[in-house]
Structures are given as structure tokens and as C-alpha cells.
């Protein structure tokens, strides 16, 4: 606090960084070093080619010992880079890790004023005064630590959160895996090859499944969804709701006393029932009854009832019989279970193309997405895998490929991104049709292709010697024949510089991918941020791509970015070897970032509470009074709360008021403070 802050004199070193030309190229060093030296309070000033190696951080190191100094200010690039490194160094020169300043002179000086050497370098003059300024306020800041709960939660079970639950499993940690579907396996379940390699997917992915199925670390827990998230790292209390299946496991039924009862998946049920609807899981494209399993391979093998469509007629239990299995009563019901870290492998939705009118989607039954492409190739899939047109189940001999649907689209119906595997998986769906049908031709029309992965680009090469046909150009609009049901696309190639309308038998969408629908409650269940375009962001793109603004939840998959099955394996086993560190530790130490209730002048007015985006607020009784709390772990030092309270009773710890005002006053007055 300021009036226990201890009464010494500031003495306060600053290091300049060349960043080889990446700020000298357009900051004078020199000048800003000489002029670092006419600052209050600074008793050395130094420059360094690069501060952040060895030697650099060495002369912080020695400087500290040398001159005595109670804060150092380093003038380099974005504290999201190195301020950690720099605190380091504050540290093992004997102070206090958090009397250490950056200034930001590269990512918001250098880099953008590059054609404007004079003003950048006044502009560097002006951060490093602001800089000192506030170094010389700076106070000893104590971390603390707290217990973490020895066991993990994953959700979402698609390859990438099977493969972060089967990591943390491994490593000895208890995980519940959470999977909103009665089947984990997620959309890699729906596929029917993997390219470059043209694996079978679910041979691949099967195995897997089972494996997180009899893992006995692993809890599995499908056809569930996350209620609730309170808590922080170390210690996440989550709120389950378990959806009511309507069909009971061998273990549940045992506690009902059905000794030998439950569910076995011998699909009895399924066949006598009477309803039948679209099955989502074929995309619409075979039929499902109101008691199902979505395919063969599910994982749990257990039944689920679609109560929407249930007609409660009672043939699946007569025919149940003595395996009492079936509970058309059945009700969603509640756990809360502690955690001490949590990774999200959320997924993606696929864009509904249907809004890009010109080409038809829904409107023309041959028209169709690559999904419902990989359900109609898929020898599981409603066709059994022989490919036929929508509209007459004929087989088709031209087949064009549009990609890009939707994908690095500007014209505000569409995604401005790439969606990376499309290029893909349509090269790979072109030689599936060459594969299975003699004398069919692909045709696939491009912006460019993006074959960027091992292997990949060899495989490019194999379709276009295979005979696929490319087009560059993008897809104008797309006609029907109202009589043969044909196909016109009009496009221009734009390699040939000339338009053209090809008529074909079949058109197939490589649409975009985007975030999964339930992206938005995700981010506010677990407090964590978004991109622009609606990903899951990232602490760090760089250097810290598994974590999230919150400690203590990692993400996984495409739900942090497009990226193909390789990609989000490899993520998804470092999201889990980041969320097993805290666990294996015992404790993690927190940022001292956090606010403190000046309890003497606080009114207990309790405005600030519903203010406070992290939850970390609450009201307590203390000696006769009501005061704010706050919950030192749930904090991550936003300053809303002190920026509103109208007593001042609310103390910012590294960013307090006079260290702010300090600075404010530095930039203000220049060099007349």
C-alpha cells in the first residue's frame, strides 16, 4: 500500500535494445540512451545490440549491484515477449522481479514509424520517460501461491480431445472427458479418408475411441454439457448437466438394483421403434429412429432416446424386457466436479454455404457440401458408399470441385480467412472419384492451392497426374438444367483469360469452416477471449499458442483456428502437457496483478461486484462491517473495479493511482516534471 510503501531514494537503470535493425533501423539508440541519462532519478543509462540475450541481460545484472538501483527500465519490444525474461534478470540482480518497466519501442514505434526516423525517436524519448517515471513508484510485490485439484477436464471429444485426455491420462492425472453428443469422435468420425496418406479415418480414429473408453484415468462423460465454471486455476469447481439419455448403462442399472441390466447395444429397441426422422449425423441424408446410436463404432456403444421425437409408445421397453435398460422418465441431471486445469477442443461448424445464393446450395439437389460428399464416398455412409446425384441416384461422370467456398470471401457474406484443409481434402476427394468411378472426371475450380503440410504437395502432384482437371478462377454463379437436372458453371479462368460455362453432373462445395455455435457461451463459461473472426484466442500466437487469457484453460483444435487432423493432435498434446505442469506441481504461483480493498475507507456499497468481468468480487462481513473481497486468484488485475470505485477504496497493485498519474504527467509535461 502507499503509506506503508518503504522511503527510499530512486535510482533507476535504463537499457536500450538495438533489436538489431528492427529498432535502430529507425530509432536513434544513441539519443535516446544520452537522453534516458537527463531523467529524474536514472542512474545509469546503457545500450545493447540485444538486450534480451546473455550479455544483455547480464549488464541489467550488474548494473542492479553496481549502482544499487530500486528499478530498471528496459526499452525493447512488447512485454508479451520479454517481460518475463527481464524480470528474471531484475530478480537474480537482487531486487524485487516486479520493479521492472518496459517500454514498447519496437511493435509500437519502430515498426510502424519506419519511414520516420526524427519523430520515432522522439516518440522512444517520450516511452522511456513515461517509463521511468512510473519505475520510480514501483514496490516489492509478493506472489502468492495456491493448491491445485490433481485432475484435469477436456472438452470436447473429437480427435483432439481424445488425444489431450488420453496425454493427461497417461501422465497419471484423473480427466473427465466431456462430449456434448451420445458418441465421442467428433467430425473426424464423418470422414472417410484422411489425405495424404488415404488412411481409413474411422481405422484410424476407432482405436483411439476405445483407448479413451477403458483408460481408468479417464472419466467419460457424453451426452453432457459444461452448465457452469466457477473458481480459478488449481481449484475450477464445473457444473455438469447431464442431459437425460433415456437409456440406462450396466452400471447405472445395477445401482437400480437390475443386477445384469443396462444397455448392451444389441439395437432391439432401435428396430421396433416407430418414429423416424432425418439422422443429423448423415446430414440429413438417411433416416433415424427416436432410439439410436449414430454408427456402428460409437463409443460409448450405449443407446440414446431423442425425447423431441419420442412417442413414448413403449415398444422399446417391452422389447428391452429383462435388461431394463429403457427409462422414458429419465431427467437431466447435475454434478459439480473440481478440476485443476481445463483444455477446450470445442471444434467447428461448418459455414452454412446456403447463404452464398449464386451457387445454389439447397436450392439444386446436385449441388452438395464436402461433408455430405464424405458421407456419400464413406462405405458406412447412407449409400453405402457409392456416389450418386442427389436428384435421380445416377452416377456421376463430371463432378466440379469449388473451393474456397466462402473462405477468403470479402464481400461480408463469407469467411475473409483460409480455412486451410479444403484445398485438401477436395484434391482428395477428386482421386476418390477417379478411384471408384471409371472414366469420371473431376474438375476443380481454385484460387490457388494451399498445400503446405509433409507430404502434401507431393500428393497435389498425384491428383493432377491421376487427371483431375484444375481451373483457377472463382465460381461466378451456378445454373440447373430444370430438365436434366445438369449443372452450368460459369467461371473465368483466369489462366486462359477467358469466361467459361461448363456443364456437369454434380457440384460439390468446399465450404468454409467456422466457430462451432456454442463458441460464444464457451467464452463466457470459462472466461476466455475471441479473435476478430470468432476463434478462441490464444495467450500468445507465438510463444504460448495452447494457453488462453485465463490460467489455467488451454485450448485445442479448431476451436483456437482452422488446421487439419495433424495440427490439432500436435496442439492438443501440448495443451495437455501445459495443463498437467500445474497439476504435477502441487501449486501454482499467482501474478501479484491483483486489486486490494482499502477496507478502512471501502463503503461496502457493492457497485463495483457485477462490474467485474472475472467474478472476483464479493461482499464479506469483517469486524461489524460490510467490505469488498477479492478473491486474490480469480483477479487478473483489470482495473475496472478501481477505476469506478467512487470512494477510491480500491488499490490497483503495480498499477496504482500514483503511478499512473506519474506517468500521465511525464508524458504531459516532458521533460518540465
Excluded at 457440401?369 to 463430371?398: M, N, Q, W, Y
Aim: glycine share 10%; proline share 5%; with cysteine.
Amino acid at each position: 500500500m502507499a503509506e506503508l510503501k518503504k522511503k527510499e531514494e530512486p535510482k533507476i537503470g535504463v537499457f536500450v535494445c538495438h533489436c538489431g535493425t528492427n529498432i535502430a533501423g529507425s530509432i536513434d539508440i544513441k539519443a535516446v540512451m544520452e537522453y534516458a541519462k537527463t531523467l529524474p532519478n536514472v542512474a545509469i543509462a546503457d545500450d545493447y545490440q540485444y538486450m534480451c540475450s546473455t550479455p544483455g541481460q547480464n549488464k541489467v545484472v550488474e548494473a542492479i549491484e553496481e549502482h544499487k538501483l530500486t528499478g530498471v527500465v528496459v526499452a525493447a519490444c512488447s512485454p508479451r515477449l520479454h517481460e518475463p525474461t527481464f524480470r528474471g534478470a531484475t530478480k537474480l540482480g537482487g531486487l524485487n522481479p516486479f520493479r521492472f518497466e518496459m517500454a514498447n519501442i519496437r511493435e509500437q514505434n519502430s515498426w510502424v514509424h519506419m519511414h520516420q526516423p526524427e519523430e520515432a525517436t522522439e516518440k522512444a524519448k517520450d516511452a522511456v520517460r513515461i517509463a521511468v517515471a512510473k519505475a520510480s513508484l514501483l514496490e516489492d510485490l509478493i506472489p502468492k501461491s495456491v493448491p491445485v485439484e490433481q485432475a484435469a477436464m477436456v472438452v470436447g471429444g473429437g480427435v483432439g480431445g481424445m488425444q489431450a485426455a488420453l496425454d493427461l491420462a497417461n501422465a497419471g492425472i484423473k480427466t473427465y472427458l466431456i462430449e456434448k453428443e451420445p458418441s465421442i469422435g467428433g467430425r473426424m468420425s464423418q470422414l472417410d479418408k484422411t489425405f495424404p496418406t488415404l488412411d481409413c479415418s474411422q481405422c484410424i480414429l476407432t482405436p483411439k475411441m476405445v483407448d479413451v473408453a477403458r483408460n481408468e484415468n479417464i472419466e467419460l462423460l457424453t451426452y453432457t454439457e459444461v452448465e457452469a465454471v466457477e473458481g480459478y486455476i488449481g481449484n475450477f469447481d464445473v457444473t455438469l448437466r447431464k442431459k437425460a439419455r433415456g437409456v440406462l448403462t450396466t452400471e447405472e442399472a445395477e445401482a437400480r438394483g437390475f443386477v445384469g441390466g443396462g444397455c448392451n447395444g444389441c439395437g432391439d429397441c432401435e428396430d421396433v421403434c416407430p418414429v423416424i426422422r432425418p439422422n443429423p449425423f448423415e446430414l440429413g441424408m438417411a433416416p433415424m429412429k427416436a432410439i439410436y446410436v449414430y454408427h456402428p463404432q460409437v463409443s460409448p456403444l450405449l443407446y440414446t432416446i431423442d425425447f423431441d421425437s419420442c412417442v413414448k409408445c413403449n415398444l422399446c421397453v417391452d422389447i428391452c424386457g429383462d435388461k431394463k435398460a429403457i427409462d422414458l422418465n429419465a431427467v437431466d441431471e447435475f454434478e459439480t466436479v473440481k478440476v485443476g486445469s481445463i483444455i477446450l477442443a470445442t471444434g467447428y461448424d461448418i459455414f452454412p454455404i446456403e447463404e452464398k445464393h449464386e451457387w445454389g446450395y439447397k436450392n439444386y439437389d446436385n449441388v452438395i457440401t464436402s461433408l455430405e460428399f464424405e458421407r456419400l464416398i464413406c462405405a458406412s455412409g447412407p449409400t453405402g458408399g457409392h456416389l450418386i446425384r442427389p436428384s435421380d441416384g445416377a452416377v456421376p461422370k463430371k463432378i466440379a470441385f469449388v473451393l474456397c467456398a466462402g473462405s477468403r470471401d470479402n464481400t461480408g457474406v463469407g469467411k475473409p480467412y483460409c480455412s486451410r484443409f479444403c484445398c485438401m481434402y477436395s484434391l482428395k476427394h477428386a482421386h476418390q472419384i477417379i478411384e471408384k468411378i471409371p472414366g469420371a472426371v473431376p474438375y476443380i475450380f481454385y484460387m490457388d492451392i494451399r498445400s503446405f503440410g509433409k507430404m502434401y504437395e507431393e500428393f497435389y502432384y498425384r491428383i493432377q497426374d491421376e487427371g483431375a482437371k484444375f481451373i483457377r478462377g472463382r465460381v461466378a454463379n451456378i445454373l440447373e438444367d430444370p430438365v436434366t437436372k445438369n449443372l452450368h458453371v460459369n467461371a473465368e479462368d483466369t489462366l486462359l483469360g477467358r469466361p467459361i460455362d461448363m456443364e456437369v453432373d454434380m457440384v460439390v462445395l468446399a465450404a468454409a469452416v467456422q466457430p462451432s455455435a456454442q463458441t460464444e457461451a464457451t467464452r463466457r463459461l470459462f472466461g476466455v477471449s475471441c479473435s476478430q473472426d470468432g476463434w478462441l484466442l490464444e495467450a500468445h500466437p507465438k510463444l504460448n499458442p495452447c494457453g488462453t487469457t485465463t490460467a489455467g484453460v488451454y485450448l485445442a483444435g479448431v476451436c483456437q483456428g482452422p488446421k487439419d487432423i495433424p495440427d490439432t493432435v500436435a496442439q492438443a498434446e501440448g495443451a495437455a502437457s501445459a495443463a498437467s505442469i500445474p497439476i504435477h506441481r502441487g501449486e501454482v504461483e499467482l501474478e501479484p496483478y491483483f486489486a486490494v480493498c482499502l477496507e478502512d475507507i471501502c463503503a461496502g456499497c457493492g457497485m463495483c461486484i457485477n462490474l467485474c468481468p472475472y467474478q472476483a468480487l464479493s461482499l464479506i462481513e469483517k469486524d461489524g462491517r460490510t467490505v469488498m473481497h477479492v478473491t486474490e486468484a480469480k483477479c487478473k488485475g483489470c482495473g475496472t473495479c478501481g477505476g469506478f470505485c467512487p470512494g477510491g477504496a480500491i488499490w490497483m497493485q503495480h498499477f496504482t493511482t500514483p503511478q499512473i498519474v506519474a506517468q500521465i504527467d511525464a508524458f504531459l509535461l516532458g521533460g518540465e516534471q
